[in-house]
């Protein structure tokens, strides 16, 4: 898991997560540095991580996402 992804790929991958959940403001960004997890940010900020699976020739993604209590609306 976590192989590196490559620019085409992140383009490809930025699109069908643009069209699947509905917000051309997502955006997938190649890692920092060498090592590092590639980045899904929303407006410019990061949200979570994206990492590669090719296990068995079956290439999957798997997002990791963060929300912080502190983003969260007031609870009632």
């Known amino acids: 898991m976590n192989a590196s992804l ?3 790929e992140i383009a ?3 699109t ?3 069209r699947l959940l509905g917000s051309k403001e997502l ?3 190649p890692a920092p540095r060498a090592g590092m997890s590639v980045e899904l940010a ?3 900020e990061v949200i979570g991580t ?3 699976d090719d296990e068995d020739g079956d290439v999957s993604y ?3 996402m963060v929300v912080l209590e502190e983003d ?3 609870a009632k």
């Open 50 to 52: 994206v990492h590669r």
């Open 6 to 8: 490559s620019a085409s």
């Open 16 to 18: 069908a997560l643009r």
């Open 72 to 74: 969260l609306p007031p």
């Open 62 to 64: 798997a997002i990791n």
């Open 42 to 44: 929303v407006n410019g």
């Open 27 to 29: 955006t997938v960004n």
């Open 12 to 14: 490809r991958l930025q």
